[in-house]
């Protein structure tokens, strides 16, 4: 090979240069910097061969260590790496950290192989028009290379293949100076370069056909011919090939004296030789005529690479659950697309999640890709490291646009990726590709309602859609927002014009048969799902099918491994696996949830894979989860109630241990639908006991939330599930309970039967404790009914029987609620003496409720005897313990009575401030009665007026 220019990089002299095109160098103004042993080096050329591509620190470790790493191994790596960045003094900042590894972003020109590839791009754009231009480009690439690229690293897989890649553009660029070469008329000068070409490189059918033009020009026409005979003998014998008709046609010129063989008349004719144009290879599928939605997602895809750094592989990852419409939405984008890119558009399905088929091996993917380019068969080599070598080499100076389709992993798409950012990468793909360096994640959700109507109404129909609004918002949500669903839905009403969408929607509100609905022809939602399913390994199946028995809307680690009877670890690993999969959704951090289509199909495998033994004992080990957890967390918000026996929990259900009354409430504002759920399940179960002490449970925190609705429902089941049991202990309680909530929503007569039950009860079975508790529930009862005098014996007969059990601290609150009843009998003194003296005794005995009620019911005795002020200082003290309790429903009356105060000072401002506070919180509890009364008060005040005190 003759002598070519030496390399004179641009840009800036004193920043740093790598040099891999020969000896690996960096040098920094001028000077080659000494970096030490191998394996630093190694790491520098790794970083290097990536740039403008995040290395992860996994596979440094492996091509500085290989088997043999030591335990260590990341740290070093980050040692190596500061190591570096401090060599790199001033541009220290070109080596940056990533959270998947580490990221080397020269600037342009800086790496002597960007400059080459650059310059190969530049001569092969020329080629056709400017073959004089063309040819110094080329010229000016190949100058570039000092020796072989990367030749010290042969031993690393990964840069060894890099090398192949390299010295593959390299021959490339060769062929194209000679094609331009001979474009501008040269002959006989190239003789002796394509001689020693030929013998280098003999399965290059292009060089042996270079060889025989230079021959016929320099007027060898014999030599032309028998170069024809000797490439077809190496040909035929080493590669068991015979030759090419593009050879064989320049054979046939030379035997015919073929006069476009000789040197052309103008610079700028082109040669034989030169690549015949060829129509744009389009392999994708058609677009989607009624795609609807996605603008955000398609307007990031649509400025894909138009921000990226020169040197940045341009590559967008989409993923999302089955049906949610990846592939439509890479397809719609790279049609639009298509003219930044056009060298190519290839489409490949990689069959990731394809019935009956595995996924493609990247070296047979590689196969169809090439030669979708062009690439004859015989010049595509069997490693698939040498292959994908080849791939980007033949992408290094084209515009492509890849659209790799139903991904499997990873590791199935790396070796498809370009090697340069000329061409953009599409990959769709049910699993999260978080492994993937150097792409940009897109996850697909459902489709916002405004989107899922607009692609109903794009298949049936606007007029259609529009006649029964209504309707298709239903259909749409029993489609869960998921376009595949939306698309088979709709799709069925369209070819059935007897049915009106209000009849589909019923038909899909049918619980069992919601997943049968939606499928038509060889498209089916539920055959979607089974496809994910079926990719996953056994533990994450299990897991799966188990999510489907969980009875809650969500559920958390712990949770889940109580459910399946693992370690918190595995759990955390098989839901974080569901989640990459999106078989399984994250809406926060720590909690997972099953979309309601996939939740079905959960619980459908769940019957026919999983034992009915197994599913019973998954639901009895869940269940007793949220039972102890939530019996603990109602233990921590108020010690007062009477322990309960619980038993031991099943084998393998590890309850949560929470530290203090704050964590109790936080984790029951996030667990509560699950509690509620456990205890649904469990009456569905047939476990009684389990219903009555989730009740019970569940009661102190319903109470502190005001949700007394739900409350109810609790009891209810518990009063059921205890006769049932024939407990009449705790037939009382629940009729307590029932009393004790019916009483402050109005229902008088309801509360009263409970309430005189349950004194029955306890009187009847001896139970001194529980006959207190029912007469001061009766007491709190009559004082709804205002008929203190009443309330007054009840709540005497419930201190006294409080003090002959010896239960001091309900005997307080005994005694401030006579206070209460003395306070709206007129018995001011009275009333003030039972109140401070309570409060005092709260206050030794650290029981903050106490101490809280106390407070309001001193403010209640300023108010009734004129003193205001006295009041709000009283309810604002009380408040601060109801903040401090996050007891929301005393919270709103304490407000309630706070505005009241606030009114009698003429602070009308301060009034409507805290009514309108207390109102927000009622509404929020579902107490629409107590609501309104307090929002009776602000509109009798009207505009609120600032007033003075």
Known sequence: MRADSGYEPDGDADGPRF?????????????????????????????????????????????????????????????????????????????????????????????????FERLVAAGRRALATEPSTAAEQLTAALGVWRGDAYAEFHDVPQLRAEATRLHELRLGAVEGRVDAELATGAGTVLVEELTELTRRHPGHERLWGQLMIALYRAGRQADALDTFARARTVLVERFGLDPS???????????????????????????????????????????????????????????????????????????????????????????????????AQLFIDLHGHTPGQPPIDPAAALDSLLRALGVPGERIPADLDARAALWRAELAARSVLVLLDNAADAAQVRPLLPGTARSLTLITSRRRLVDLESARTLSLDVLPVADAVALFAGVVGDERAAA????????????????????????????????????????????????????????????????????????????????????????????????????RTE??????????????????????????LVRRHACAVALTEEPEPARAEALRRVVDFYLHTAYAASRLLDQQHPPIDLGEPAVGCVPVALPDDTAAMAWFDTNHRCVVAARVAAGNAGRDTAVWQLAWTLDNYHYRRGHLHENIAAWRAGLAAAERLENAGVQARAHRRLGLVYAPLGRREEAMRHLNRSLALSERIGDTLGQAGAHFVLALAWTHQDDDRRALAHVTSARDLYREVGDEKWETRALSMMGACHTRLGHHDRARAYCESALARCREQGDVYGQADSLDNLGAIAAGTGDSAGALRHYERALGHWYRLDNTYRQAATLTAMGDAHQGLRRSGQARAAWQRAAALYRAQNLDEAARDVEARLSRTGPAVTSRA
């Not at 049968?516 to 079926?534: H, M, N, P, Q, T």
């Not at 839901?575 to 959704?585: A, K, N, R, S, T």
């Open 571 to 596: 759990a955390n690993e098989l839901l974080e696996g569901l989640v990459d999969d999106h078989l399984v959704q994250q809406p926060v951090t720590g909690r997972y949830r099953l979309h309601d």
């Open 468 to 567: 029964e609004a209504g309707a298709v918002l239903d259909v749409v949500e029993r489609c869960g927002h998921l376009p595949l669903a939306i698309r088979i839905a709709a799709a069925r009403l369209r070819s059935r014009p007897a049915w009106t969408v209000r009849y589909l929607a019923d038909r899909l509100g049918e619980a069992c048969s919601t997943l049968a609905e939606l499928s038509v022809g060889d498209r089916s939602v539920g055959a979607a799902f089974a496809l994910s399913y079926e990719r996953l390994d056994e533990p994450a199946r299990r897991m799966f099918r188990l999510l489907g028995v969980h009875p809650g809307p969500e559920i958390d680690v712990p949770a889940a491994a109580a459910l399946a009877g693992v370690s």
């Open 245 to 343: 008709p593009r050879l064989v046609e320049v054979h046939r010129r030379v035997l015919a004296n073929d006069s476009r063989l000789d040197a052309p008349a103008a610079p700028a004719a082109v040669t034989v030789r030169a690549e015949p144009a060829r129509p744009v290879r389009s392999d994708l599928p058609g677009d989607i005529a009624d795609f609807a939605g996605r603008r955000a997602e398609l307007d990031r895809l649509l400025g894909s690479g138009l921000d990226a750094p020169g040197l940045a592989l341009v590559i967008e990852a989409l993923d999302g659950m089955a049906g949610v419409g990846k592939t439509t939405l890479a397809v719609h984008a790279a049609h639009r697309l298509a003219e930044r890119y056009p060298d």
């Open 19 to 115: 040099q891999v095109l020969g000896p690996f160098e960096l040098r920094v103004r001028d000077r080659v910097l000494d970096l030490g042993g191998f394996r630093i080096r190694t790491l520098l050329a790794l970083l290097t061969a990536n740039a403008g591509r995040v290395t992860s620190v996994g596979t440094l470790v492996d091509a500085l260590w290989e088997a043999e790493a030591p335990r260590d191994a990341h740290r070093t790596v980050r040692s190596y790496v500061s190591r570096l960045r401090h060599s790199l003094v001033p541009a220290a900042e070109l080596i940056t950290t990533h959270p998947a590894g580490y990221l080397l972003q020269p600037p342009p020109d800086a790496v002597d192989a960007a400059r």
